[in-house]
């Protein structure tokens, strides 16, 4: 069966602060794929990474960052200099890599609040 | 371009009626899915779509759902004699589906808010 947990339901930091969102997965197959997505207070889910079981290079782009551990199946997400315009609820997510469409199954969500 | 597309936004209905949400996907997006988001929960998965096929219905939570889609485009997920813990967000998303390289991207509607009273 596969699994996403997140266990921090709620962070909230001050502006400017770094934040690291966990992610810990469980899977059985050994081709899998790793999602987050951001949900604003508008509701709309926006993409952010999307990567696969066999990269397991850490990526940055701009101001977030992504860390991926299969020795402790972890896909655990950094925000530096957080900013009040990062405030949303967070959802890391898993899907079998053995087909071109496949559903994805999602973490409970972390919701982030950023104060001024 | 433009995005996935969900109507109504909003729907609000009587315990017992049916409902119909429609999706439209991105032009050329093969796959299509359907996810349930209840107040403050994860996302959950009902159906989704190759083509007009529906490969996995394994979601959905009982025979008082359905869904279809035609022409390989436009999808409506149809709910009979509603009851009041259907209330939820009825995400679509769609992605490309090419063929190889693991599951695609999925990129996700606005979403129809149903309250059933």
């Known amino acids: 069966a596969q699994k996403v947990t997140q266990a921090q339901t709620e962070i909230s930091v001050v502006e400017k602060e770094d934040v690291t969102l966990d992610c810990v997965y469980e899977t059985r197959d050994t081709t899998y794929y790793l999602f987050w997505y951001k949900q604003p207070p508008s509701g709309e889910l926006v993409f952010l990474i999307r990567?696969?079981?066999?990269?397991?290079q850490n990526e940055i782009s701009g101001r977030y960052s992504w860390n991926f551990q299969k020795s402790t199946s972890s896909f655990n997400f950094t925000i530096t200099a957080s900013q009040v315009v990062d405030s949303a609820v967070y959802f890391c997510a898993l899907a079998r890599g053995y087909s071109s469409a496949s559903k994805i199954i999602f973490g409970s969500g972390t919701r982030l609040s950023i104060r001024p | 371009g433009a995005g996935v597309s969900q109507s109504p936004s909003n729907k609000v209905t009587e315990k017992g009626k049916d409902v119909e949400l429609r999706c439209d996907p991105i032009s050329g997006h093969t796959a299509l899915y359907w996810y349930r988001q209840s107040l403050g929960q994860g996302l959950e998965f009902l159906i989704y779509?190759?083509?007009?096929?529906?490969?996995?219905k394994s979601g959905l939570p009982s025979d008082r759902f359905s869904a279809e889609r035609t022409g390989g485009s436009v999808s409506t997920l149809t709910i009979q004699r509603t009851q009041q813990e259907d209330s939820a967000v009825y995400l679509c998303?769609?992605?490309?589906?090419?063929?190889?390289?693991?599951?695609?991207?999925?990129?996700f509607g606005p979403g129809t808010r149903l309250t059933v009273l």
């Open positions: 990567r696969n079981s066999f990269d397991e």
């Open positions: 998303a769609s992605s490309p589906a090419l063929a190889g390289g693991g599951p695609d991207t999925q990129y």
């Open positions: 779509f190759q083509g007009n096929s529906a490969p996995d």
